[in-house]
């Protein structure tokens, strides 16, 4: 299965859909549907049957290592990657919080790469994709936009962490999730 670890703002969705319409005009712009909405820890690709109880061993132990207890996320600001003067991904920044999303994401790392998992070739920033850029059509409406916006999404207390398989269709990911690791109190 193809897996990753997240945090999911869930409760959002409608203040996500609200940015992503501010967008809509923009020509080749995909957008992820405001449910499918999550935060990336970390992306660990295929998990083989076999390897699954020592992933959901080494996340729940990295979870509990990190220190972090329940906390609020704030889901603020955008951005694009790899840059705004190439765009992949439009997504939607983390302010408060992101220190401790951080921390999540390096001991789960640390985890997953001692099970043989690669690690991700770029630094982690929070954040949670909105759109996705199917061609450059509408990269100056994009860039405009980026300029001009800097919306707060809200806030959301992150208490768990997720495990979750995700399953490309042709009409997209589908995403199941696996195992959940509650923060520690």
């Not at 220190?99 to 985890?111: D, G, H, V, Y």
């Not at 936009?145 to 800097?150: P, S, V």
Request: glycine share 10%.
């Amino acid at each position: 299965m193809r897996a990753f670890v997240s945090v999911d703002p869930e409760g959002l969705e409608a203040e996500i859909g609200a940015v992503q319409r501010e967008f809509e005009e923009a020509s080749g712009l995909d957008f992820v549907p405001p449910a499918d909405v999550h935060i990336t820890l970390s992306f660990l690709g295929d998990v083989e049957d076999g390897e699954l109880a020592a992933v959901t061993d080494a996340i729940g132990e990295a979870v509990a290592e990190s220190g972090v207890s329940p906390f609020e996320a704030e889901f603020r600001g955008l951005g694009a990657f790899p840059s705004p003067e190439y765009i992949r991904v439009l997504w939607v920044g983390v302010g408060t919080g992101s220190e401790k999303l951080t921390r999540l994401n390096e001991r789960i790392e640390s985890r997953t790469v001692e099970l043989g998992f690669e690690p991700d070739d770029h630094e982690f920033t929070p954040h949670a994709t909105v759109a996705r850029m199917r061609h450059a059509g509408g990269k100056e409406f994009l860039q405009r936009k980026l300029d001009e916006l800097d919306p707060t999404v809200g806030t959301r207390e992150i208490e768990e962490v997720h495990l979750t398989e995700s399953t490309l269709t042709d009409e997209g990911p589908e995403y199941e999730t696996i195992e959940r690791f509650s923060l520690s109190a």
